[in-house]
């Protein structure tokens, strides 16, 4: 007669306990998300109510000057942004005309942003990539806007969404903040917060809520001092040293 194999999960017990198994201890599944589904949704139909529209407050006038903008944006406010790439969008909304314009001035139109030196070669580089792969398309594709200098996951999931309406939710540090504090998603990096938000929001939901949870960590759930009191998910949110 064969002899019943322990499951996969069990183990043989040490000397002493011969012909017994004992199962090994469960693995415990951390928690991701202190809501129950009933709260999720009540949460984004509160960020919902509030602004049933959100919109970017980056300025742009088409994919590739959203991406150049969001690129731009790394460290950087969208205000800030958005007062240097006026007058740079004016003279080159397209990568061709980027590439015409040159490193030289591009960097002078963007010398009040952060970082602008590497940032002024990236939209360089970038540029001519596109011209060079898709004729001067943005892709709407995740890896090949990941494989253009200065282009991340954020970046990738920020153009996705607004320029293509793709539901993808890019996770900076506000909504990294908003969904640690209220419990909705709760994780070490970013990705690991992009995930639970991926597996707990509802469907209807997910096309804004990127930027319903921007928005309001933007300038509700502030880092230093979240206005609590005037907080449209207070009585869902999660944590614990709410102000009043
Ligand atoms: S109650 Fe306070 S901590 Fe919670 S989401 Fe609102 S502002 Fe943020």
């Known amino acids: 007669m064969t002899k019943r194999q322990p499951a996969a999960s069990s183990a043989r017990a040490p000397s002493g306990a011969r012909g017994r198994t004992v199962r090994a201890p469960a693995k415990r599944r951390r928690?991701?998300?202190l809501l129950a589904p009933e709260e999720v949704h009540r949460l984004f139909a509160a960020l919902r109510a509030a602004n049933p529209a959100p919109k970017s407050e980056l300025e742009y006038v088409n994919p590739y000057t959203l991406l150049v903008a969001v690129v731009l944006s790394a460290q950087a406010t969208d205000a800030g942004v958005n007062k240097a790439t006026r007058a740079l969008f004016a003279k080159a909304d397209t990568p061709q005309k980027m590439l015409a314009l040159g490193e030289d001035v591009v960097r002078e139109h963007i010398r009040t942003i952060g970082l602008f030196r590497t940032k002024a070669k990236n939209v360089i580089a970038l540029s001519r990539r596109l011209v060079e792969t898709t004729g001067g398309e943005v892709p709407r594709d995740r890896a090949l806007l990941e494989s253009l200098p200065g282009v991340g996951r954020k970046t990738a999931?920020?153009?996705?969404?607004?320029?293509?309406?793709?539901?993808?939710?890019?996770?900076?540090?506000?909504?990294?903040?908003?969904?640690n504090r209220t419990g909705l998603a709760i994780g070490r990096t970013p990705l690991e917060v992009e995930r639970v938000l991926e597996r707990v929001v509802p469907d209807e939901f997910r096309l804004h809520a990127h930027h319903w949870l921007i928005l309001h960590g933007r300038y509700v759930c502030k880092a230093r001092r979240p206005?609590?009191?005037?907080?449209?998910?207070?009585?869902?949110?999660?944590?614990?040293?709410?102000?009043?």
């Open 31 to 33: 928690v991701d998300c």
């Open 157 to 179: 999931n920020v153009v996705l969404n607004v320029a293509f309406g793709e539901p993808t939710i890019a996770v900076d540090t506000h909504i990294f903040r908003v969904c």
């Open 227 to 244: 206005e609590c009191g005037r907080c449209p998910i207070r009585e869902i949110c999660r944590y614990p040293d709410k102000t009043v």
